[in-house]
């Protein structure tokens, strides 16, 4: 089944804090995390329909408009794009890596969601925001040619938004490296 995944930020803490709290009891979402983000900002990463998505979104919208930096809803979110958000991928340290490097999560989250429906790659891990200044990271796994279509795939859209930082293949990580990432 797919789902959708809606990303709000805002400007405060405190008032992150309470929208989240606010979207949370408006619709039958489930929280993905929730956490200050560079500079300053708070992060609210929520899933479900596209329906309860949009409704939480639209009441903190409405609420917190005043303190709100950025959202975004996507919908029809690949199940193993879910899966990575809530860090319970199962994606095997063989193959080529692929590397997608956004300004925001997302804008990572959509690149994950295009790269995994382009090519026969898996997540290998897919972090946002926290500790990397607001930023968001793709890893994808799998054969060369694979990884290579799908990292252009996903990296297009950031680019074509202005938010692509970098991209990275790498066809024979050395067994080291894969411990580090």
């Given at each position: 089944?797919?789902?959708?995944?809606?990303?709000?930020?805002i400007?405060?803490i405190a008032?992150?804090?309470?929208?989240?709290d606010?979207?949370?009891?408006?619709?039958?979402?489930?929280?993905?995390?929730?956490?200050p983000?560079c500079?300053?900002?708070y992060?609210?990463?929520?899933?479900?329909?596209?329906?309860?998505?949009t409704?939480?979104?639209?009441?903190?919208?409405?609420?917190?408009?005043?303190?709100?930096?950025?959202?975004?809803?996507?919908?029809?979110?690949?199940?193993r794009?879910?899966?990575?958000?809530?860090?319970?991928?199962?994606a095997k340290?063989?193959?080529?890596?692929?590397?997608i490097e956004?300004?925001?999560?997302?804008?990572a989250i959509?690149?994950?969601?295009?790269?995994?429906?382009?090519?026969?790659?898996e997540?290998y891990?897919?972090?946002?925001?926290?500790?990397?200044?607001?930023?968001?990271?793709?890893?994808?796994?799998?054969?060369?040619g694979d990884?290579?279509?799908?990292?252009?795939?996903g990296?297009?859209?950031?680019q074509?938004?202005?938010?692509?930082?970098n991209?990275?293949?790498?066809?024979?990580?050395?067994a080291?490296l894969?411990?580090?990432?």
């Amino acid at each position: 089944m797919y789902q959708s995944v809606g990303v709000i930020e805002i400007k405060s803490i405190a008032k992150g804090i309470e929208a989240c709290d606010a979207a949370l009891k408006s619709a039958g979402i489930t929280l993905v995390s929730a956490h200050p983000a560079c500079p300053g900002k708070y992060e609210i990463i929520i899933t479900g329909s596209i329906s309860d998505v949009t409704a939480a979104r639209d009441h903190v919208k409405g609420k917190y408009g005043s303190a709100l930096v950025d959202d975004s809803v996507m919908g029809r979110i690949d199940p193993r794009v879910i899966s990575a958000l809530f860090g319970t991928q199962t994606a095997k340290k063989e193959g080529s890596i692929g590397i997608i490097e956004t300004f925001s999560a997302s804008s990572a989250i959509k690149a994950a969601d295009i790269a995994v429906k382009t090519a026969r790659v898996e997540i290998y891990d897919l972090r946002v925001s926290r500790g990397m200044g607001g930023k968001g990271i793709v890893l994808v796994t799998g054969e060369i040619g694979d990884v290579t279509a799908s990292v252009e795939a996903g990296a297009k859209h950031a680019q074509d938004n202005g938010l692509l930082a970098n991209t990275s293949v790498i066809p024979a990580p050395h067994a080291e490296l894969w411990e580090q990432i």
